[in-house]
């Protein structure tokens, strides 16, 4: 019966903890509902699930068969002696002992201007990722034949270490974990088990769009980073750049700072500005003084997946001229006349 639980991650009874847990990283995430939506992938994936189950014993249940083969292949390799003390913590605290999430997620930061932002594009990018070899499937050698039960640990991967204190389960330094001793290499990936892979990265973003938000790149399953780490998702994450002129507010309302010369601040009138790719016209009322604000209703930033628009503030700076010549001083003092 254990032996099906292993065909079915397409593996032999004599693979490791860890060869079950990356087979089962591997095939949840090849299967998973959510990537492949359908009756047949809900029942493989379930499948999946319970073999790792079932060889890892995390049901619980009493399974004489798995516990018998568990006792028998753990007193075959056990390893008495004291050992040192330094190596023990060494091995207990390793990174190869940690499990990495079956699940894990890549975030490409993409900056954008506010106008991209505001009008929406479509993202490309080439990238440069790792994908499990197609003949392998990240074992690194493609059939069991090539390979033997590692003597120093019977397939376990470890080896047990009794110290004065306790005892503990100490990586197989012979087969590093795997159980198994290659002998020939996959030569597709020449045991690397991945190979590289350049990936063309499209997506439509649409108008609208804040800092922080994600949007999941499909069609791009199996890619695995320089460390082997599976990634099931890839994200773009957006973010705006500041500009000097004009910003955006955390309620998505557009300020921008416009110059309006002196004349026209005090007689007021209409002026307008480019802003977001459009010419607004903004009415300036009499006697608008330096950094007064003006509210432009509905003329502000598109709202994602909506025909509606935020505010617009526009910030006035009030320009004085640098010289001025014969004519305009003699305008000028007649003006002063009647406000000095």
Same mark, same amino acid.
């Given at each position: ?6 065909? $079915? ?9 860890? @060869?079950?847990?990356?087979? =089962? ?17 809900? &029942?493989?994936? !379930? ?20 516990? *018998?083969? %568990? ?15 330094? #190596?023990? +913590? ?8 940690? #499990?990495?999430? +079956?699940?894990? *997620? /890549?975030? $490409? ?18 990238? %440069? ?53 290659? +002998?020939? =290499? ?11 892979? /350049? ?18 790149? *499909? ?13 099931? #998702?890839? =994200?773009? &994450?957006?973010?705006?750049?500041? @500009?000097?002129?004009?910003?955006? #507010? ?10 309006? +010369? ?15 790719? &459009? ?19 509905? !003329?502000?930033?598109?709202?994602? %997946? ?10 006035? =700076? ?6 001025? %010549? ?9 003006? !002063?006349?009647?406000?000095?």
């Amino acid at each position: 019966m254990l032996k099906k639980y292993y065909e $079915i991650l397409g593996l032999n009874e004599n693979s490791s903890l860890q @060869e079950v847990k990356k087979a =089962y990283r591997r095939l949840a995430m090849k299967y998973h509902p959510d990537r492949n939506p359908g009756k047949e992938s809900e &029942e493989k994936f !379930k499948e999946i699930k319970e073999a790792y189950e079932r060889i890892t014993n995390k049901d619980n249940t009493s399974n004489e068969e798995f516990r *018998e083969y %568990n006792e028998r292949s753990s007193n075959q390799s056990s390893y008495e002696g004291n050992g040192d003390f330094e #190596d023990i +913590f060494k091995s207990f605290f390793s990174e190869d002992n940690y #499990d990495s999430e +079956f699940v894990k *997620e /890549k975030i $490409i930061k993409v900056n954008i201007s506010i106008l991209q932002g505001h009008r929406g594009f479509k993202y490309k990018s080439n990238i %440069n990722l790792w994908k499990l070899c197609n003949i392998c499937e990240g074992r690194k050698y493609d059939s069991v034949s090539k390979t033997k039960v590692c003597y120093c640990c019977n397939g376990l991967g470890f080896i047990k270490k009794i110290s004065s204190f306790f005892s503990i389960k100490q990586q197989c330094s012979k087969c590093k974990g795997k159980g198994i001793i290659i +002998f020939d =290499y996959c030569k597709k990936c020449k045991g690397m088990g991945r190979i590289r892979s /350049k990936e063309r990265l499209s997506i439509e973003v649409p108008k609208g769009v804040l800092s922080g938000t994600r949007f999941r790149i *499909e069609g791009l399953k199996d890619l695995i980073d320089l460390e082997n780490d599976i990634y099931s #998702d890839i =994200y773009i &994450e957006i973010f705006l750049k500041s @500009e000097k002129n004009i910003s955006l #507010d955390k309620n998505g309302n557009i300020h921008a700072n416009i110059k309006v +010369f002196f004349i026209n601040s005090i007689l007021g009138g209409s002026v307008k500005s480019n802003i977001l790719g &459009e010419s607004i016209k903004i009415n300036i009322p009499e006697c608008t003084q330096n950094n007064d604000v003006i509210l432009v209703s509905g !003329k502000g930033y598109n709202v994602i %997946n909506s025909n509606s628009r935020t505010d617009l503030y526009i910030h006035i =700076y009030v320009v004085n001229p640098r010289s001025i %010549n014969n004519s305009q001083r003699t305008a000028l003092l007649k003006l !002063k006349q009647f406000f000095c």
